[in-house]
Structures are given as C-alpha cells and as structure tokens.
C-alpha cells in the first residue's frame, strides 16, 4: 500500500492584472489644473510623484490598481483581511472546495524575550528545529486526515473544515488601489510585523514595483 501524498507549500503572490502605470498617477494630479502628463516632461513627471508622496497627496495614487492571486496560510490571511481601505478581496472557501488542502511548514523561532505579544526571536536550529517540525508535521496530516474522514463520512464541508488547523494554506485574489498596497507594504514589512506576512508583503511589493516603478519608490522607499 502506497503512502499518502501530503502537499506542503510555500507562500505566494502571482501577478493577475494592474490598470494604470505611473503616469496614471501624474494625470489624476494634474487634472486639478486642465493637463496631464502629456504637457510636461518625464523628469517633471517624475518630480511630481515624488512631491505627491511625501506631501502625503494620496488620492493621485488611488486611480491606479493591481490584482493579486495570494497563498498563505490561514492564519496570515486573517492578518490580511484587516487591510480593508482600498482593497477588494475574494477568497477559496471550504464550504464548496473539499479536497485535502496544502499545509505550511515554518521555520520556528523562539518567543521573544520579556514579551507575550507578537514577534519572535531566533530561529531554533538542528535537532531542536527538526524534532518541532516533526512534531507540527505529524499534528497537520493527523488533521487533514479527520477533515477528510468527515467530508467521506458525508458531513457537510462547511463543518469539516472546523477541525482545519490555521496552518493550512488558503488562496485568494485580492485587488486594490496603489494607494492601499503602498500602505499594506509600509506596515507589513515593519520589523515589528510577523515575518510570514513580511513575505507576504515582499512578495507583492516586488512585482508592483516592475508595474509602477517612480511611484512605487516614492511610497515605500523600496
């Protein structure tokens, strides 16, 4: 008998669609005065943006849009949801998807020291790191197993995903304004933020940065 195939998986962001480009930006701006980035020159184009920026002029920057197809684990999604200014989001739901999802496999890091609030230290290493990813393994496909014991079992898959740990992986597009990622980027990488959702926020900076890359710079710094 053959052994069971559990899928682990990394998480992800993949480019779906964008409107707009830079000067995109420049024409929301310059509408104030009857023009747009035609009657200027790209260096006065570029000037524009970055003033806009730093003048914290942000409606220019909510004309432009970039759509996303993200994977991450439950428990990062849940971080995600709370960026609703600017942000449309559309997630895979488990009352209609009931084959076994992938589950994610950390790296583990120590609880920071004198704090019981979000972050973490260093990473555990050899034998202390692989005996927990054992461990955390092992509870994963024993709850994958269950869920899917349920769904077999004829419960309803709306039910059968309560056993689901918040390891597992959950998909979702999720479009919004340059605007919104600009500010969803400047809070998630923050040292301070988990660092799963740092690779969440990473991963998405690096292709909106190829689609709008003056105004992108002038947002984030990046």
């Known amino acids: 008998m053959m052994s069971k195939l559990y899928k682990q998986s990394s998480i992800m962001a993949v480019y779906k669609d964008h409107m707009g480009d830079d000067n995109s930006v420049v024409n929301a701006a310059r509408v104030s005065f009857a ?6 020159t790209p260096e006065q184009n570029k000037n524009l943006i970055k003033y806009l920026a730093k003048h914290n002029h942000w409606t220019p920057f909510a004309h432009a849009f970039v759509t996303l197809h993200i994977k991450a684990p439950i428990a990062i999604h849940a971080q995600c949801v709370k960026h ?11 009352r209609y998807v009931s084959e076994a999802p992938d589950y994610y496999l950390p790296i583990f890091r120590e609880k920071p020291i004198g704090s019981v609030k979000q972050g973490s230290g260093d990473e555990f290493t050899g034998a202390q790191q692989s005996n927990m990813q054992l461990v955390y393994s092992s509870h ?19 039910q ?7 390891g597992v992986m959950t998909e979702w597009v999720w479009s919004g304004s340059l605007m919104a990622w600009a500010r969803f980027y400047n809070q998630r990488t923050d040292p301070h933020a988990q660092k799963e959702i740092q ?4 991963l998405a900076g690096k292709i909106i940065k190829l689609l709008f890359p003056v105004a992108w710079e002038a947002l984030t710094n990046d």
Request: net charge negative; aromatic share 10%; hydrophobic share 45%.
């Open 35 to 40: 023009k747009d980035a035609s009657n200027f």
């Open 84 to 94: 609703q200014v600017g942000f449309a989001m559309n997630t895979v739901s488990r």
């Open 140 to 158: 994963m496909r024993t709850s994958i197993d269950l869920y899917e014991q349920l769904i077999e079992s004829g419960v309803a898959p709306e």
């Open 160 to 166: 059968a995903r309560f056993v689901l740990p918040q």
């Open 199 to 202: 690779e969440v926020a990473y």
